[in-house]
């Protein structure tokens, strides 16, 4: 008699690859890529603008190097994607990778909206979220790529606070200060449109398989964003003379 797999002896037997689970990982790692070409471009635009604006080098060394630092992360994800069996490539509308300055306003006034939403919120609340997405995964390629990305999302996010102290310290700093304020509600419409949305509250596990490779459920996005909201935003933006609480319950109102 043949050994079965439950008998001392029988050689391992592995598991059939979970395809569903695996078109998911590339699906998600393909949009990471794509992602991180556009956070690319607009640190570019955005270091550009802080050199027309007669910015320190500090902040120009720095928004350079970001800018290179988010296609690495591209590089990192598109191997991640190769690893789950892609065989695409990203699809990057032109027009989606500007960055054009708004009409009239002063060239302060674009640096700071995109240093805002970029970096004071986005780069912020990528901390925890990568910190979360590096903790279940287990795939080599996807756990190393997380790794790598966690350990810059930190110095994005301080670079995006450096960089707002620069702007309200400045000679437009008052203007700059109602400027946020303005702006802020919007910023975070959009930071609970991509990671919170109403929808998201009912997703709540993930396969195993999926958090191997580095995907979560979209319930723990949105509960990510609520925790992120108090412990960063709120004290962060008080600390600048800024209520980051009333512009969240501005949200939907």
């Known amino acids: 008699m043949k050994p ?3 008998e001392p002896g029988a050689p391992a037997v592995e598991a059939p ?5 695996l078109a998911r990982a590339r699906g998600e790692w393909l949009r990471r890529v794509e992602a991180e070409y556009r956070s690319s471009v ?11 604006a007669g910015a320190s080098p500090d902040l120009l060394h720095a928004g350079l190097r970001i800018a290179a630092d988010e296609l690495d992360h591209a590089d990192l994800s598109m191997a991640v994607y190769r690893a789950a069996g892609g065989t695409g490539t990203p699809q990057l509308a032109r027009e989606s990778l500007e960055h054009p300055k708004r009409s009239g306003d002063p060239l302060e006034w674009d640096i700071t909206r995109v240093g805002l939403d970029v970096f004071c919120l986005g ?8 910190r979360y997405l ?17 350990g810059d999302e930190v110095r994005h996010r301080d ?46 596990e993930v396969s195993p398989e999926d ?3 580095g995907l979560m459920p979209p319930a723990r996005y949105a509960e990510v964003v609520e925790k992120t909201l108090l412990r960063d935003w709120v004290p962060r933006f008080r600390e600048r003379g800024i209520d980051a609480r009333a512009a969240w319950d501005r949200v939907g109102h």
Request: charged share 25%.
């Open 17 to 21: 690859p979970d395809r569903d689970a």
């Open 211 to 213: 958090r191997r490779w």
């Open 159 to 204: 670079f995006g606070w450096t960089l707002l102290d620069a702007m309200l310290d400045g000679p437009l700093g008052p203007e700059l200060r109602a400027l946020v304020a303005r702006e802020l509600p919007g910023c975070f419409a959009r930071i609970r449109a991509s990671y919170a949305p109403a929808f998201a509250a009912a997703l709540t």
């Open 134 to 150: 590096r903790e279940g995964c287990e795939e080599p390629a996807a756990k190393a790529a997380l790794r790598r990305i966690l």
């Open 123 to 130: 780069e912020t609340v990528a901390v925890p979220l990568f």
């Open 42 to 52: 607009i640190t570019q635009h955005l270091t550009l603008w802080l050199t027309q």
């Open 4 to 6: 079965s797999a439950s």
